[in-house]
């Protein structure tokens, strides 16, 4: 009996000092669209220079939580905090709004989010793209801003696209460049949405690669993503959600060598992991 509670001791020393140092933390989330809901009380932590991945079948509530987590998307119940202040709220339920447009100007500027389509302004060349949100949103000197925007370009492989239209890139080329003008804003979390699900496999490499890279330089980031073998290779931690739930969670090792709901055996027996 004294070793489970000294056990049950060091688990909660271990939660509290995860949670101490997380960038994001969720506590208990809801979100409903009408009569469906999306999150039935989702509750998930990313620490400081971990990656959390999300994973699941499509309509689980993946991609609504990241949104919550950046408050592209209002959850109507629940917790939000970063760097451990919470998300402060007016009204409750579905007419739930942040009470302070200040605290979330100041989170999406440092929740830097990449999205499935890229979402690269087409009038603009790909350096233009890069630079655009420091030097307008926060006010950095162009200069600097266009140096380090070059040095960005080098590291995910496409610093001689700099002056090119994004339309003359391939669809993993456009990505890498949403991937740098994420990185230019100097983010405390990255946030992907399926970074690559709308490449061709060839295509789809080349972004897995700078991905692995982000992870060993250990950076904080929340991954959604139905690419089972990334997850695996750059996870500190796994989510598996079904229906809205948090249905399993743990390590990698965990969640994909030794998967204790039947819910999770069969994804992961659907999605052909090896």
Known sequence: MQSVMVS????DRMTENLASSAVIEIRDLHKSYGDLEVLKGVSLTAPRGHVVSLIGSSGSGKSTLLRCCNLLENSHQ???LFGGAPVRWKGQGRGRVPADRAQVTKMRTQLAMVFQQFNLWSHMTILQNVIEAPVTVLGQPKAEVE???RALLDKVGIGDKAEAWPGQLSGGQQQRAAIARALCMEPRALLFDEPTSALDPELQQEVVRVIKDLAAEHRTMILVTHDMRLARDVSDHVV???QGRIEEEGPPDQVFGAPNTDRLRQFLSATLVG
């Open 147 to 149: 140096a380090r925007a």
């Open 240 to 242: 598996f959600l079904h």
């Open 78 to 80: 629940g917790e939000i």
């Open 8 to 11: 049950r001791q060091i688990r």
